[in-house]
């Protein structure tokens, strides 16, 4: 292990997985934030102008930026960016039928965890003729994002689509980057999995570029489609994906800010150092700028974990950019006193991902506030949660899990609520509203409820 104070660059052909002691240290909230490991390759504001340039061109040149974004940043040239039906229905007829079975169970379980999510309307009477109620109402269009780039995130249109469609979103619209090896369409396997849902609005358009078209939508033209602004925007991506679902936010409504992948693992002198490095690997390989975290007071273990990661990391397909995830300064160790310290360095470090890898697992993970989603035991790695638990894998990230949710049905749904009185109903409490409304300065208020016993 390397201490936090090495600055050595980081390398593609060695690891350099660093640690951070927090060991007889007291250390408040505020400076266990401050003290994790955190990307710093990129800051916010640096991200933040590219997006804010991308939304002028898209909100003032439409489909003309879009396809001159798309050959800047992808390498395509496209005419209009709608995937047509017949590249739909071609990606299911030639999907290989295991990954069509693999895609048809992670359907059923995430269906079935949805449709119990859905909150009760509730009608509450607070006297005679005195009804107020809350009633779910889905919104009426959304728009769904799906990453494309390192990898063709397939079990992504699922995580989207299925809450959407159980809290009873009736227009849905989905964009994933289109791909030069696959004719400037998205990944075939993205196509295949949002045909096998139904959704026949697709469309070409990676990044930023596509938050804002849905945000804002695009007018169309006697010889191109509309794409008709949406309600909310969801779905996971790079840093840009989530300055830009940011900054709409307000415009529309987002699940969360799901930025870069990360992963954090609390784990004790239980643990098993071969579980715990494959773990870690498994987020790292996703993107040069995945976060994995291990927290553990047990310091020969983070030993082994450290040597287990140098193996494993030289033997897997993505070995260099996992060892550029693990080497960075988003990931490393954190030492602790024990698991009292442990359990206060997860919720100030708010994980999108966190694996419990304890003795006692399931007390332990009861007593965590902050995480997108927590698995228990050596028998829930994340990349169940990734493919087929049932569970979402679109989830807050950055931090964001401290006041966030991840992706489900309620991120459709709006509370409505319906006030209903009746003239008695409204004479109980007449005089208490002239009252307030003299209180206030708003005589307005007071003369509404008078008028009406006139």
């Given at each position: 292990?390397?201490?936090?104070s090495?600055?050595?660059?980081?390398?593609?052909?060695?690891l350099?997985f660093?640690?951070i002691?927090f060991?007889?240290?007291?250390?408040s909230?505020?400076?266990?934030?401050?003290?994790?490991?955190r990307a710093q390759?990129q800051?916010?504001?640096?991200?933040e102008?590219?997006?804010?340039?991308i939304?002028?061109?898209v909100?003032?040149r439409?489909?003309?930026?879009?396809?001159?974004?798309?050959?800047?940043f992808d390498?395509?040239v496209q005419?209009?960016?709608?995937?047509?039906?017949e590249?739909?229905?071609?990606?299911?007829t030639?999907?290989?039928?295991?990954v069509?079975?693999?895609?048809e169970?992670s359907?059923?379980?995430?269906?079935?965890?949805?449709d119990?999510?859905?909150p009760?309307?509730?009608d509450?009477q607070?006297?005679d003729?005195?009804?107020v109620?809350q009633?779910?109402?889905?919104?009426?269009?959304v728009?769904?994002?799906?990453?494309?780039?390192?990898?063709?995130?397939?079990?992504?249109?699922i995580?989207?689509?299925?809450?959407?469609?159980?809290?009873?979103?009736?227009?849905?619209?989905?964009a994933?980057?289109p791909q030069?090896?696959?004719?400037?369409?998205?990944?075939?396997t993205?196509?295949?999995?949002?045909?096998?849902?139904?959704?026949?609005?697709?469309?070409?358009?990676?990044?930023?570029?596509?938050?804002?078209?849905?945000?804002?939508?695009i007018?169309?033209?006697?010889?191109?489609?509309p794409?008709?602004?949406?309600?909310?925007?969801?779905?996971?991506?790079?840093?840009?994906v989530?300055?830009?679902?940011?900054?709409?936010?307000?415009?529309?409504?987002i699940?969360s800010?799901?930025?870069?992948?990360?992963?954090?693992?609390?784990?004790?002198?239980?643990?098993q150092?071969?579980?715990?490095a494959?773990?870690?690997?498994?987020?790292?390989?996703?993107?040069?700028k995945?976060?994995?975290?291990?927290?553990?007071?047990s310091?020969?273990?983070?030993d082994?974990v450290?040597?287990?990661?140098?193996?494993?990391?030289?033997?897997?397909?993505h070995?260099?950019?996992?060892?550029?995830a693990?080497?960075?300064?988003?990931?490393?160790?954190v030492?602790v006193?024990?698991?009292?310290q442990?359990?206060?360095?997860?919720?100030?470090?708010?994980?999108?991902?966190?694996?419990?890898?304890?003795?006692n697992a399931p007390?332990?993970?009861?007593?965590?506030?902050n995480?997108?989603?927590i698995?228990?035991g050596?028998?829930?790695?994340?990349s169940?949660?990734?493919?087929?638990?049932g569970s979402?894998?679109v989830?807050?990230?950055?931090g964001t899990a401290a006041?966030?949710s991840?992706l489900?049905v309620?991120?459709f749904?709006?509370?409505?609520?319906?006030?209903n009185?009746?003239?008695a109903?409204?004479?109980?409490?007449s005089g208490?509203?002239?009252?307030?409304?003299?209180?206030?300065?708003l005589?307005?208020?007071?003369?509404?409820?008078?008028?009406?016993?006139a």
């Amino acid at each position: 292990m390397t201490t936090s104070s090495d600055t050595s660059a980081p390398t593609t052909d060695a690891l350099n997985f660093r640690s951070i002691d927090f060991r007889g240290r007291h250390l408040s909230l505020a400076e266990l934030r401050a003290a994790v490991p955190r990307a710093q390759h990129q800051t916010m504001a640096d991200a933040e102008q590219k997006v804010l340039d991308i939304i002028a061109d898209v909100r003032s040149r439409g489909f003309a930026a879009l396809g001159e974004l798309a050959k800047k940043f992808d390498g395509v040239v496209q005419s209009h960016p709608r995937v047509p039906a017949e590249a739909l229905t071609q990606a299911l007829t030639d999907l290989d039928p295991k990954v069509r079975a693999a895609l048809e169970e992670s359907i059923k379980r995430a269906r079935q965890f949805a449709d119990q999510q859905r909150p009760a309307n509730v009608d509450v009477q607070l006297g005679d003729g005195a009804v107020v109620s809350q009633n779910w109402i889905p919104v009426g269009r959304v728009g769904l994002y799906v990453p494309g780039g390192l990898a063709p995130l397939a079990s992504s249109v699922i995580m989207n689509v299925v809450p959407a469609v159980a809290a009873g979103v009736e227009s849905i619209a989905l964009a994933s980057p289109p791909q030069k090896d696959f004719g400037g369409l998205p990944h075939p396997t993205i196509l295949a999995a949002a045909k096998l849902l139904g959704i026949d609005e697709v469309y070409a358009i990676g990044g930023a570029q596509a938050i804002v078209s849905f945000a804002y939508g695009i007018p169309g033209t006697d010889d191109e489609l509309p794409l008709e602004p949406v309600d909310v925007v969801t779905g996971p991506g790079n840093i840009f994906v989530a300055t830009a679902k940011r900054l709409v936010k307000g415009v529309v409504g987002i699940d969360s800010e799901a930025g870069t992948t990360e992963i954090a693992i609390l784990a004790d002198s239980t643990a098993q150092a071969p579980l715990v490095a494959a773990d870690l690997i498994s987020q790292a390989e996703h993107d040069p700028k995945a976060a994995s975290v291990l927290v553990t007071d047990s310091a020969e273990l983070a030993d082994a974990v450290v040597l287990e990661l140098s193996r494993q990391a030289a033997a897997t397909k993505h070995s260099a950019r996992v060892l550029e995830a693990l080497s960075g300064p988003q990931s490393g160790v954190v030492l602790v006193d024990d698991l009292e310290q442990g359990i206060a360095v997860c919720n100030a470090y708010a994980a999108e991902h966190l694996e419990i890898m304890t003795a006692n697992a399931p007390t332990v993970a009861s007593r965590i506030r902050n995480a997108g989603a927590i698995f228990v035991g050596d028998f829930s790695p994340v990349s169940l949660g990734d493919y087929c638990a049932g569970s979402n894998h679109v989830l807050p990230t950055s931090g964001t899990a401290a006041f966030s949710s991840g992706l489900n049905v309620t991120t459709f749904l709006r509370a409505v609520q319906v006030i209903n009185y009746d003239r008695a109903a409204l004479a109980q409490v007449s005089g208490h509203i002239v009252s307030l409304s003299g209180a206030e300065d708003l005589p307005g208020h007071g003369d509404a409820v008078r008028i009406r016993f006139a």
